[in-house]
T-cell receptor, first 115, second 114 residues
Framework: DAGVIQSPRHEVTEMGQEVTLRCKPI?????LFWYRQTMMRGLELLIY????????DSGMPEDRFSAKMPNASFSTLKIQPSEPRDSAVYFC?????????????FGEGSRLTVL | EDKVVQSPLSLVVHEGDTVTLNCSYE??????LLWYKQEKKAPTFLFML????IEKKSGRLSSILDKKELFSILNITATQTGDSAVYLC??????????????FGKGTKLTVNP
């Protein structure tokens, strides 16, 4: 199994530009999570999907952030326009069911730097 | 607001030492507590705890949960340099709307020196 696949691994962009992060969950997993990790705030849940439907997006910081899951094998997190304070590592994770399966499988993260 | 607090924030020990990492929490409708290890990249799962007083063990790592006092500890005995990582505690909680969330602490950075 290839695990959770994220792209790009690294992105450096200028303030105001649109950023799109991509995630392919583990096949057969029906929950997908987007997290953001910074030194100051640790790992924060942004949004999660169950069976491709957004369940809780209360962690999405503001309207500049949006996430989609058009099918069971693909999700995107978009930031438009990006700002320097968005610089972080963005992790995608998937699990077999909703969180109470106990284990999230994380991708290797997308490190975003906004100049 | 759901909260998970880990201590210490960082710890430096020598190989062979035993360490105890702490995690306390305040969440609505607790369901489980999980420990993850994060080296350079993605967090990897260590343990899931749901019942008080039952120790989970994997090699030199063990963990226990106290649901009355709302905390968990992760013990690592005979530490090795490969144990150097950030150890994350996460608590699964269900909010009033029925949504389930995994709330992470900020982690404890463990450095094991040879």
């Amino acid at each position: 199994d290839a695990g959770v696949i994220q792209s790009p691994r690294h992105e450096v962009t200028e303030m105001g530009q649109e950023v799109t992060l991509r995630c392919k969950p583990i096949s057969g997993h029906n929950s997908l999570f987007w997290y953001r990790q910074t030194m100051m705030r640790g790992l924060e849940l942004l949004i999660y999907f169950n069976n491709n439907v957004p369940i809780d997006d209360s962690g999405m910081p503001e309207d500049r952030f949006s996430a989609k899951m058009p099918n069971a094998s693909f999700s995107t997190l978009k930031i438009q326009p990006s700002e320097p304070r968005d610089s972080a590592v963005y992790f995608c994770a998937s699990s077999l069911g909703v969180v109470n399966t106990g284990e999230l499988f994380f991708g290797e993260g997308s490190r975003l730097t906004v100049l | 607001e759901d909260k998970v607090v880990q201590s210490p924030l960082s710890l430096v020990v020598h190989e062979g030492d035993t360490v105890t990492l702490n995690c306390s929490y305040e969440v609505t409708n607790f369901r489980s507590l999980l420990w993850y290890k994060q080296e350079k990249k993605a967090p990897t799962f260590l343990f899931m705890l749901t019942s008080s007083g039952i120790e989970k063990k994997s090699g030199r790592l063990s963990s226990i949960l106290d649901k009355k006092e709302l905390f968990s500890i992760l013990n690592i005995t005979a530490t090795q340099t490969g144990d150097s990582a950030v150890y994350l505690c996460a608590v699964e909680a269900r909010d009033q709307g029925g949504s389930e969330k995994l709330v992470f602490g900020k982690g404890t950075k463990l450095t094991v020196n040879p």
